[in-house]
């Protein structure tokens, strides 16, 4: 029923994001029923069919709505993000799931009205029920996905617990400056008091950098950056016939994206750590420590990305240096190969 009522509506309105698409969502879905099942092995008991169910319909309406404006004068898309005041995008894609459950409601009651021998006499009774809960109880995981941004000094001393080397930091100080100072995205309304369902849907949002490769980190990072700043591939396609103030913010924009992916990569791991060292109820499982344990190992490519990243950020930076992008050739070659990845 998701995937057709909801992600067929995603498919027809978000087919002209590059991200945000019904790509996107389906991800978040598969990843969030993974971290279920990781748990459902160790611990069978702690994932209910009702909670399989509020994760679903989390998943799939987490990003009904991708309101955005458009500036004209910074070329980037400003996302309506919140849940203040009702207007913002998380809020109305909690209030667009209750619509899809209602509409499930409306069609399973038709249909046992006609079909009354398919349909048990407790069964509505029980539907109703249970679409009840799963209208409140999705507020909590999609509220969850409210992303938060913002420059802060990453903690050496944690990264160092989970294995980085004064090698590595030598490396990060080169982007980052002694301070370390990178980009954190957080999800300010995930605590130690969630659920497992909003665990499982935050991490199946935001952490999933720890869960690919990094063709496909790099893959996703290339298509956000391009969802974001609408005019990139108008720029790209029109290379030849670029102003110059143009092909600089171009080759700019790519390049300060790539250098943030860093210690985007590294911020996330360090907030996966957090997340399942504090959560409350996964720790209280008496297989936490099995599960955190295979937690781990399937979110386990956070510093392979985040030092592949900065690989990458240093090739680009001599094979495409600003001196050589006055070349309209070379740029465009640099716009083909690394903002599309059409090499």
Known sequence: FFRNEIGGQIERE?????????????????????????????EPGAVTPEMEMIRTASAWGHDFVIDSNKNEDTNRLERKIGWEEKEGNEWKSFKMTQE???????????RCKNSEEECASSYLGNLDKLLQTIATEIEEPIKATIPHFE???????????????????????QFYGKELIALKVTQ???SEDSSLTTLAIAFGDLSQVGRFSFKQFLENGNKEFRELNFKIDEQ????????????????????????????FALWQ???????????????????????????????????????????????????YSADRMKNRDKLREFYIEEVLLAA
């Open 14 to 42: 978000h087919s002209d994001k590059q991200f945000h698409n019904i790509s996107h969502t389906e991800s978040v879905d598969v990843h969030a029923s993974d971290i279920f099942s990781i748990i459902r092995k160790h």
């Open 100 to 110: 899809a459950l209602k509409t499930f409601w409306i069609a399973e009651h038709n």
């Open 151 to 173: 420059l802060a000094s990453m903690p050496e001393d944690t990264l160092r617990k989970y294995g980085v080397s004064d090698a590595d930091f030598d490396n990060y100080k």
């Open 188 to 190: 300010f309304n995930i």
């Open 236 to 263: 790209g396609e029109n290379i030849e016939t670029l102003p110059d103030t143009e092909v600089s913010e171009l080759y700019s924009r790519y390049m300060d994206w790539s250098k943030t992916q860093v210690g």
């Open 269 to 319: 791991w360090v907030r996966f750590e957090e997340l399942i060292e504090n959560n409350i109820e996964l720790n209280n499982l008496a297989s936490a420590e099995e599960i955190k344990s295979e937690l781990r190992e399937s979110y386990s490519h956070f510093k392979e990305n985040a030092d592949k990243s900065a690989e990458r950020h240093e090739k680009l930076q001599v094979d």
